[in-house]
């Protein structure tokens, strides 16, 4: 029977119709809404910060001769993303390790076939670590020849202080001895990727214009140590005066302005791109993604990745590169006690407040 004939069909419809209406008024509301909500890009981990992006000066004019690295001074814009807060630690890379079974670089030996010329203790598995020497003068040290470091077979994100030492206790510490293939493949695992570089500087300087600070312009403000880097004569002597002489437990200094804990110092940060020592150069403008081939110094073959942020080794007067705008490379065998890694992840910008 025709609704229009039927009194309780009319009524009925007459339901269905104000209902769909209802629905149909409310849908884009619903769905703005949900467009806006905050993206969740870290099934894994959680614990990302939004970085808005925008153009800022990349790099500085005010380098010294030791950082010309860092020169020139350009305009970079970049797209906004999300940001771990802290360096990935040990708890977050055990999980990837225990959910892949993934097997990290430094705890492989590496093939004879393709090192014929390595001696032999050089192919096991293993990372360089950081010792302290005496009655050396880094500043008379360079390329191969940096005394401090240390190839120790059986050293391993497992075990950061060679064969007996453990994480116990350790957690909550950054990973370290992972390659840049590690990293890579956590990333991966973790639904992100490494930073470029022009994305790890933005983030660092947490939305100050060209401070040499990650916090600002002073070094130490009213007599504060702002990160985990080194105090003393290096490599000799770390008097520990910021509270410790190895790797901090992330989350142990201030973040930036962004939310983000230890930019600067604690362990070194991988980015993606290759690392070119005249990029600044010829860099683009828009979201620059690095040169196409690594920075080679040693001639292995094995280019180098930037790393960035610096590190518990750092000291103001050597390397002094718990700044910003600071870079160096570290080629893709190289497993080391100074430097992890943070991800970021692209998905949209965080809800809007709606008042
Ligand atoms: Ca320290
Ligand atoms: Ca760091």
Redesign the pocket.
Known sequence: MDPKTNPQKAANAKGWIILAAAILMVTPFVILALRESPASPTPTNGGMAWIPGGEFTMGTDKADEKHAEEAPAHAVVIKGFWMDVT?VTNAQFQQFVEATGYVTDAEKDLDPREFPKAPPEMLKGGALLFRRVSGVNPFQCGGADLPWWKFVAGANWRHPDGPGSSLEGRMDH?VVCVTYKDAQAYAKWAGKRLPTEAEWEFAARGGLKDKPYVWGDEERPGGKIMSNHWQGKFPERDNGADGFTSVAPVKSFPPNGYGLY????????MCEDWYGLQYYKVSPKDSPAGPAIGHDPEQTGFGQHVIR???WLCDEGYCFRYRPTSRQGLDMLTSTNHA?FRCVADAPAPAKTWK
């Open positions: 360096e950054p230890d930019m600067s110092g604690n362990v070194w940060e942020g610096g590190s992890g």
